[in-house]
């Protein structure tokens, strides 16, 4: 089992920033992609960015330029800086991590953290 600890959410105006961290518990599973996605209401949950093992970088075309995913892996956390917060950016955000145990891959939730951006 991999346990995720969220943090950094709130409230913020637009044009304000806030930085997501994603803390995930050791364990013997190896930890490969790690991202962020975010889910508002009445929509779908919809990928953010993610992170590989690795350091390569995807982004979800409505936020490049403006948020920034990165990771430390000594200390399994995940991080998303996110700059130049418009409204629409505003939804509950999770934590995702996909780990591997063997060769079974096995993906993990946070609990959410909400992001409110007023106008």
């Known amino acids: 089992q991999v346990q995720l600890v969220e943090s950094g959410g709130g409230l913020v105006q637009a044009g304000g920033s806030l930085r997501l961290s994603c803390a995930a518990s050791?364990?013997?599973?190896?930890?490969?992609?790690m991202g962020w996605y975010r889910q508002a209401p009445g929509s779908q949950r919809e990928l953010v960015a993610s992170?590989?093992?690795?350091?390569?970088?995807t982004y979800a075309d409505s936020v490049k330029g403006r948020f920034t995913i990165s990771r430390d892996n000594a200390k399994n956390t995940v991080y998303l800086q996110m700059n130049s917060l418009k409204p629409e950016d505003t939804a509950v955000y999770y934590c995702?991590?996909?780990?591997?145990?063997?060769?079974?891959?096995?993906?993990?939730w946070g609990q959410g953290t909400q992001v409110t951006v007023s106008s």
């Open positions: 995702n991590v996909q780990a591997l145990l063997l060769t079974k891959q096995y993906d993990y």
């Open positions: 050791k364990s013997i599973f190896r930890l490969n992609a």
């Open positions: 992170i590989t093992s690795g350091g390569t970088t």
